[in-house]
């Protein structure tokens, strides 16, 4: 079975300010892990993925993540904190064998302070 | 172009009623999912579509939910004598059915349920 873990349903930073939203999961077989983003009246759409090959992954809007297996972590990072990037965020995990179940963590809804 | 539209975006029904959520899905997907957003909970996998393939259920939560496909196309997702319990955002997502790390979901923007 597979879970996810993000820690701080709601997280507030400074405009220019680094972003940092946290995953961990919790899977008995090798993961695919994904972050999904839903802006303000909109559906929720890929951010970005971890398949395979390279842990440090980069997605749209200048976000990236890096997969640590030793922590089993997928921490999500932006260098500088722009006004639209306030959404919520939502990380997912399936295993990577095929399994077209996303289970998904409870969110965290970014606030980006002026 | 046009994406995942459901319908209505809003419900109220009172307990015991039967409610109908409509999702059509981006034309040429071939792959659809629902899902369930609780008050405080993460996404709750329902119920998942792939072409003519016999759906998988594993998610729905009792019997008094049902999901069909029409066509390849447009779902229902069926839920019978409704509780309050099942008060939630419930969200239908397609895609291109080619696996989850090669096909990204794409979601509609939901449909709020309110039993009172």
């Known amino acids: 079975a597979q879970s996810v873990t993000q820690l701080g349903s709601h997280v507030s930073v400074s405009e220019g300010a680094l972003v940092l939203l946290r995953c961990n999961y919790s899977s008995s077989v090798p993961p695919y892990l994904f972050w999904y983003v839903q802006y303000p009246n909109q559906g929720l759409q890929l951010l970005l993925k971890y398949t395979t090959g390279a842990t440090l992954v980069k997605g749209i809007n200048g976000f990236e993540a890096e997969f640590k297996k030793s922590e089993t972590s997928f921490h999500l990072t932006k260098p500088s904190a722009h006004m639209s990037d306030a959404a919520e965020y939502f990380c997912?995990?399936?295993?990577?064998?095929?399994?077209?179940?996303?289970?998904f963590g409870t969110g965290t809804r970014l606030t980006i302070i002026p | 172009g046009a994406g995942v539209s459901q319908s209505p975006s809003n419900k109220v029904t009172e307990k015991g009623k039967d409610v109908e959520l409509r999702c059509d899905p981006i034309?040429?997907?071939?792959?659809l999912y629902w899902y369930r957003q609780s008050l405080g909970q993460g996404l709750e996998f329902l119920i998942y579509?792939?072409?003519?393939?016999?759906?998988?259920k594993s998610g729905l939560p009792s019997d008094r939910f049902s999901a069909e496909r029409t066509g390849g196309s447009v779902s229902t997702l069926t839920i019978q004598r409704t509780q309050q319990e099942d008060s939630a955002v419930y969200l239908c997502?397609?895609?291109?059915?080619?696996?989850?790390?090669?096909?990204?979901?794409?979601f509609g923007n939901g449909t709020r349920l309110t039993v009172t």
């Open positions: 997502a397609s895609s291109l059915g080619q696996g989850v790390n090669n096909s990204p979901l794409h």
């Open positions: 034309s040429g997907h071939t792959a």
């Open positions: 579509f792939q072409g003519n393939s016999a759906p998988d």
């Open positions: 997912a995990v399936t295993p990577n064998f095929g399994n077209e179940k996303l289970t």
